[in-house]
């Protein structure tokens, strides 16, 4: 009996996975982005864009902008690069991307304003899969360097497909002394 309905568990799954097609890397996501600083007692929060568009069956394109603040502090990181993808299976996708990196930051201090800008790189690796043809999820590792400030981040994520050309989606990045939630929508292109 038992044996039947492990069969029967494993079966029910088969067609999900059957279903299941290469995640896509033509996209615009535009969402709400709050970021959880240690030593803050107010979340940071503002808005976040992404894009990314194949630029071959393994490269492509990526950028991003987000734009948060809590009263005094506003801040902005935006990240350009480049990506390689290959697949791992027919709903598995490897990639890694090598982005160049800016972070802003203005501190409203009485009726002066200090704002500190800085650039430098990030590297990210990791793995989309598509868990079904509507549910993806992805596992990521984010290295950030400023020079004098780095960061090592993890990212864990899921898409919702709604239809072919939009989705949900939300992330959740976690470093040593922050973490950042992003939910909204995409636009598959």
Known sequence: MKKKI???????????TAMAETPSFDYF??????????????NLDGYELKLSQELSNNFYAAGSYQ?????????SLMTLGLGYKTNLSNSSVLFTELDWARIKTDVDYGDQTFGIEDHGYQASVGIR???SSKLEIKGAVEYLDFGNDDSTTFVFGAVYDISKSF??????????????????VRFNF
């Open 6 to 16: 492990i069969l029967s568990a494993i079966l029910s799954i088969l067609p999900f």
């Open 29 to 42: 996501d535009i969402g709400y982005s709050s970021w959880d600083l240690d030593g803050f007692s107010k």
């Open 67 to 75: 734009d948060i603040g809590t009263g005094p502090l506003d801040a």
């Open 129 to 131: 899969h598509k868990l």
């Open 167 to 184: 989705a949900l989606y939300s992330d959740i990045k976690e470093e040593s002394d922050a973490t950042r939630y992003s939910v909204g």
